[in-house]
């Protein structure tokens, strides 16, 4: 099933915004991380970000 919700404007522009960074301010960060998922790769022209899981 594929899930969509609205990103923020900087998730389309900024490739920070799509860091594995463990850091308070990063909540999107921390919710992929937790659950055990971490981005592979970003391109940001084609909107694709693939995420694989973490071991």
């Not at 960060?29 to 694709?48: F, P």
Request: hydrophobic share 40%.
């Amino acid at each position: 099933m594929r899930r969509s919700s609205p990103l923020p404007p900087s998730a389309h522009y900024l490739r920070t915004w799509w860091g594995n960074t463990v850091n308070e301010t990063r909540v999107q960060a921390h919710a992929w991380l937790t659950a055990s998922w971490r981005v592979e790769s970003v391109d940001l022209a084609r909107k694709l970000v693939t995420f694989t899981r973490s071991a």
